[in-house]
């Protein structure tokens, strides 16, 4: 058995919507930023003295359909409850 996005209760198109919003949003001339919204992870020039060139990186995984998909199945189900 096969579990689809759509039926997990994820609209793709009306996420798709949402990040596009967010974007225009989050649209920054901030130089110390050093990547744009939708790269895997948030890349931020920091100074320290100690290093040459330290970069932080943030990375949030918001909860979404894997976790819903995953939530869905028996084997998660049954590993949750034991």
């Known amino acids: 058995m096969s579990i689809t996005y759509k039926d997990a209760g994820v609209n793709i198109d009306d996420a798709n919507k949402a ?3 967010i974007k225009d949003i989050l649209k920054t001339t ?5 990547n744009k919204v939708g790269a895997f992870s948030s890349l931020y020039d920091i100074k320290l003295p100690e290093y040459k060139h330290p970069v932080l990186v ?3 995984e918001e909860p ?3 976790q ?3 939530f869905n199945t028996i084997r998660l189900n049954l590993f949750v409850l034991t």
């Open 64 to 66: 979404g359909s894997k």
């Open 19 to 21: 990040k596009s919003a």
């Open 30 to 34: 901030e130089k110390r930023v050093l």
């Open 68 to 70: 819903l998909l995953a």
């Open 58 to 60: 943030l990375k949030t």
